[in-house]
């Protein structure tokens, strides 16, 4: 997982549609048009993994977008067996996933690595629970300082670092970082809560949240981060996908 650092695409799904939020508030976000296409233009850009969430599925608690998924695996899996190597692109998935059993399903479906936020929070031994836990990421969304979950609404009292060593002592694969008061605002990222949450594991650990230039990527890759997910600024078209994975 994550073996040289790697430049992750966002594809955050609501209403079917792709959706950039502006600090993880509901209804703030610009739509960017079928998912499905704008993974097939991820894929064509040289995407090598994916990051899906079902934002949805986040805020009501259950999965929400479970069709356009399906189609969107069904792409990648298409790309998988037409390329001469066998390659297939990874997809990692999060947002309402609230069960172990879920997980393992989703795992087994043609997804390579499961989130778990909300889930993970609530119940820290659901990580052991999935049928593979080196496939699971826990994600740990912070603002203020704090772990937030159930859609960046509910405050835990969680330090991020501290929540990070307890899921890699469970097994967890990897910690998805993301600073919720940066999210899709394009003003640029702060490394010092992301350097405190490397420091504090062993696994590989994925940046997100506030990217608005290939420096900010570069700063994040230096500050530790195995992986950088990339949304509103890729959409945006303040770089390419190939520029970012050219630093």
């Known amino acids: 997982m994550f073996t040289e650092f790697t430049v992750v695409p966002a594809v955050d799904l609501q209403d079917g549609q792709v959706v950039q939020l502006v600090g993880g508030e509901r209804d703030t976000g610009t739509r960017y048009g079928d998912p499905v296409e704008a993974v097939r233009d991820w894929l064509d850009a040289g995407a090598e993994t994916l990051h899906l969430v079902d934002l949805d599925g986040a805020f009501e608690g259950e999965r929400q977008n479970a069709d356009a998924i399906e189609d969107i695996l ?143 990527i570069r700063a994040l890759r230096d500050a530790g981060a195995a992986a950088v997910v990339v949304g509103t600024a890729l959409y945006e078209g303040r770089f390419t996908l190939t520029e970012a994975q050219n630093l």
């Not at 795992?107 to 080196?134: F, K, Q, S």
């Not at 159930?150 to 835990?156: A, H, I, L, P």
């Open 74 to 216: 069904t792409v990648c899996a298409e790309v998988g067996e037409s390329d001469d190597e066998g390659s297939a692109v990874d997809v990692q998935l999060g947002g309402g996933i609230r069960s172990a059993t879920e997980a393992t399903d989703l795992l087994g479906r043609g997804v390579d690595r499961v989130i778990l936020g909300t889930a993970a929070v609530e119940n820290p031994g659901i990580v052991d629970e999935v049928v593979d836990p080196e496939r699971v990421m826990v994600s740990l969304d912070a603002s203020d300082g704090e772990v937030v979950v159930s859609g960046w609404t509910e405050e835990t009292g969680l330090d991020p670092a501290e929540a990070a060593g307890r899921y890699a002592d469970l097994g967890a694969g990897a910690i998805l970082f993301t600073d919720v008061d940066r999210e899709g605002r394009m003003e640029g990222v702060r490394t010092d809560p992301l350097e405190r949450v490397v420091e504090a594991v062993d696994i590989p650990v994925v940046a997100s949240g506030g990217v608005s230039s290939l420096a900010d």
